[in-house]
């Protein structure tokens, strides 16, 4: 089980310079990648971007990417303007026959201060392929990094996940005591009413009648499928938790189901106990929704 939360860096390096990559992942309900880098072209991108997709199945990654080139890779041409260099040499030895300027000769300076530049220093890119190797090294490193981190934070999910369904289960196994008590109680309160009244008038009582009434309210009553259904969920939940597949969509499908089972157990019964109990699981599943939120 992996959380969806987590932070890894990778670098790799060789004679063209170093590459670095930086992930950063959050909840979300599918896979979102977010792609920052020092102006990569698309195809580098869609590089990174692939690595991710086969390593990560659910949340929201942002990814930055960054090269640093070495003295080698750093491929930096300066060319010269030959043509307009000789143009302002021409203009500036035109402008010292004027009368009233200092008849110096200009320097480089001077040269260097002209408006238009005559000196053009390009940086060559690095081709895509030579990149890419060493992109999807650094790229695996830091999601090697991440995956630790939320392989964790995974595991201390499992743990407390399972100790909320220990507590549900305990609640489920009192819901599943309380069926008969309520039919019981039910039974000893019409019986008591009625006793009373038939006194009042000197008349007996008619058990089969009674019994009639009690099965009537028993069989509106009974919450003992739902009960059942709510079991069956759990046991569920339990073996998702031990698989290695990405199951927060799965959690979050039963945790439904198990709310709607104890909604519907809450309205058939009569017991205030009962509907206390329901409360508090309908509370420890909120709990529980929050965690899987995190689950990939």
Known sequence: MNSMTGFGRGSAEN????????????????????????????????????????????????????????AKGN??????????????????????????????????????????PFIHVKKEPLPDDRLAPLLEEAVDNALKELLFMREREGANLKADLTKRIDFLQEKRAFLLSKQDEAARAYEARLK?????????????????????????????????????????HLDQFRQILESSEPSGRKLDFLLQEINREVNTTASKASDTLVVDC????????????????NIE
């Open 15 to 70: 004679e063209l310079g170093t590459m670095t990559a930086e992930l950063k992942s959050v909840n979300s309900r599918f896979l979102e990648i977010n792609m920052r880098s020092d102006h990569f072209s698309a195809f580098l991108e869609d590089t990174a971007s692939r690595r991710i997709k086969q390593a990560l199945h659910r949340g929201k990654v942002t990814a930055f990417l960054s090269f640093q080139p070495s």
């Open 278 to 293: 329901v409360i508090i699981i309908k509370t420890e599943l909120e709990k529980i929704r929050e965690q899987v939120q």
């Open 192 to 232: 008591e009413r009625i006793d009373k009244v038939l006194q009042d008038r000197n008349l007996s009582m008619d058990e089969g009648r009674v019994l009639e009434e009690v099965a009537i309210f028993s069989e509106k009553a009974d919450y003992t499928e739902e009960v059942v259904r709510f079991g069956s």
């Open 75 to 116: 491929q930096v041409k300066v060319e010269l303007d030959q043509s307009l260099l000789e143009a302002y040499a021409s203009a500036l030895k035109e402008a010292r026959k004027t009368e009233g300027l200092r008849r110096r000769k200009p320097s480089v300076s001077d040269l260097l201060t002209l408006p238009e």
